[in-house]
């Protein structure tokens, strides 16, 4: 495509030659001959730094802010917000997309929703993907993933090979930070939703209100003005949420106990599975939903309405929540000990994420909740302490262990967590912890092993070790047996 087509309206500059573009990048180190190359100014490094390693690796173009300094032969175009044209420029690029793309923000249950969302549209004959944090999902692929809202040119490049795979219904998920870089820009989107808020990410984000802003922008910037916008209603932010969709137009969807278009009546909890009674369009609907723990009810609805909202029949829709299965390591159960104790694995790794797996074990839990966590290195260090505090306050017996220390010193952050943890035994190795956990557990007791859910990674001092947290339970369970 050629530099001057492919700018159209979205950059000025330079115009005296107009190459040919065989490809995008934000990355210098991943430029290929003819590429155009974004320079852009990040949060450790400046892209303006590394024009000249793009062009010595064959760049064509450079795209850089109003302000940057390029010092560059190559012709260099200008927008006032690169990254967002960029974004715009990979989807012309690379053109095709799912004809419904949705998009699902939220602190918590983002990963469950894309997922479920997914596997309702498939059990109604569509073809339909899932891409979020536990990878990519069609019917022609399941690949392992790794941020949660992809940079936004191999976004669009996956969302092009999506199409050409022939979905044509995708979920994904839209982290704070993948709307606030203006990484899904480019996407189209028929629809979005909103879990709910807690704290995560005050690191990146200066407060609690800029993270609730840039979660908003999804509604505000990135939906098509009267699309539906599906609000799940029994958060403390919900109302927020709904007033800020409705003052931008958006087609607002209210589910959860409070509710207008699904209301959840009645939830009877039991170990494995929950019962609901669900109105919608004035007639009530049975649902045996096959999950523990409410907050994947919250999930289920808010699925539900996103498949609803991209024309899928109500009634088709909630039966299809009978066969929904959990996202990896969400509250999923890794095995069980000799004495009959579950042993979940689940992606806790934020306050409300934990307070809510905790609470949803209790009902079923005669005896003690044992909890193994951690808090991962380079990232928002207030969540340690509060981590700490619920987990003593919510479990009987508290190991608290490594996450992914990556550049941190893992002593240093299990430090912070003890701090708050009255009575909690710290074992660093996170092997030995899973090992101590599971050989506690008795007859009526809940293991919880939180905060790594499905990775299968461990990053200490900058590398990452094959570490996966079922792969442990499993080995500890084996041992405990013998
Ligand atoms: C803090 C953060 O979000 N960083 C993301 C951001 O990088 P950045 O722009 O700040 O990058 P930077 O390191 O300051 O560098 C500036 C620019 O120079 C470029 N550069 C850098 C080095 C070089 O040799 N050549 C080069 O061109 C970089 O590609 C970048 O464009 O944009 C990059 C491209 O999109 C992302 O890969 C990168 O994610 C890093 C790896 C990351 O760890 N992000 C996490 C925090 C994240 O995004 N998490 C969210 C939320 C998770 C959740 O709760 O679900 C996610 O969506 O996964
Ligand atoms: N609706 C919810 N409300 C509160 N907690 C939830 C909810 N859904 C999931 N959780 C908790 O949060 C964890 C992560 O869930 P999930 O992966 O679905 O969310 P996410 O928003 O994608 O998270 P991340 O940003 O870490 O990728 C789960 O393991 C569970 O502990
Ligand atoms: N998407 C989240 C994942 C955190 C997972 C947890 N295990 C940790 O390492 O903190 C993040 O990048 O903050
Ligand atoms: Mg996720």
Not at 252 to 280: C, D, H, P, S, W
Not at 369 to 386: F, H, N, T
Not at 447 to 473: C, L, N, P, Y
Request: aromatic share 4%; net charge negative; hydrophobic share 45%.
């Amino acid at each position: 495509m050629k530099l001057s087509k492919l700018a159209e309206d979205l950059a000025t500059g330079q115009t005296t030659s107009d190459p040919d573009i065989a490809g995008l990048c934000v990355d210098s180190r991943e430029t290929g001959a003819g590429f155009l190359f974004a320079a852009l100014a990040g949060s450790r490094a400046d892209g303006a730094g590394f024009v000249a390693d793009a062009e010595a690796r064959g760049a064509a173009a450079i795209l850089a802010g109003e302000g940057a300094e390029i010092a560059t032969t190559l012709p260099v175009l200008r927008a006032a917000d690169p990254r967002r044209a960029i974004a715009l420029m990979a989807a012309r690029f690379h053109g095709a997309q799912p004809e419904h793309v949705v998009a699902i923000t939220g602190t918590a249950g983002k990963t469950s929703i894309a997922t479920f969302t997914r596997q309702i549209w498939a059990r109604c004959g569509l073809a339909a993907a899932s891409v979020g944090t536990t990878g990519v999902v069609s019917p022609s692929r399941d690949e392992y993933g790794s941020l949660t809202t992809p940079d936004p040119i191999a976004l669009m490049r996956l969302m092009a090979e999506l199409a050409g795979e022939g979905v044509t219904h995708a979920a994904m998920e839209a982290s704070s930070h993948g709307i606030d870089q203006r990484r899904l820009d480019g996407v189209r989107l028929a629809a979005a939703a909103f879990s709910n808020l807690g704290h995560d990410h005050l690191d990146y984000h200066p407060d609690i209100e800029s993270y609730f802003a840039a979660k908003m922008r999804l509604f505000t910037t990135l939906l098509p003005k009267g699309a539906p916008a599906v609000i799940f209603a029994d958060d403390r932010w919900s109302g927020r949420a709904i007033d800020v969709a409705t003052s931008v137009g958006a087609k607002v969807m209210t589910v959860g106990r409070g509710g207008n278009f699904l209301t959840l009546k009645r939830l009877e909890l039991e170990r494995q599975r929950q019962i609901a009674e669900i109105e919608a369009e004035g007639r009530i609907h049975r649902v045996v939903l096959p999950l523990a723990g409410e907050f994947q009810m919250a999930n289920a609805l808010v699925a539900a309405g996103l498949a609803i909202a991209t024309g899928v029949a109500t009634a088709d829709a909630l039966a299809a929540l009978e066969h929904l299965k959990g996202a990896a390591g969400r509250l999923d159960l890794a095995g069980t000990t000799a004495d009959g104790a579950p042993v979940f694995v689940d992606y806790a790794h934020k306050p409300e994420a934990l307070e809510n797996v905790l609470a949803a074990v209790r009902p079923f839990t005669t005896g003690r909740v044992v909890v193994v966590i951690g808090c991962g290195g380079d990232r928002d260090r207030a969540k340690r302490p509060m981590m700490g505090e619920i987990a003593a306050r919510l479990a009987d017996i508290v190991i608290v262990t490594d996450d992914n220390p990556r550049s941190e010193e893992p002593a240093a952050i299990r430090a912070e967590i003890m701090t708050a943890a009255n009575g909690a035994r710290e074992i660093g190795d996170r092997r030995a912890a899973i090992r101590e956990a599971v050989a506690s557990a008795r007859t009526g007791d809940t293991v919880v092993i939180a905060g790594k859910g499905h990775e299968v990674g461990q990053t200490v001092a900058g590398i990452t070790h094959h570490f996966s947290d079922h792969e442990e339970v499993r080995a500890a369970l084996t041992e405990a047996a013998r």
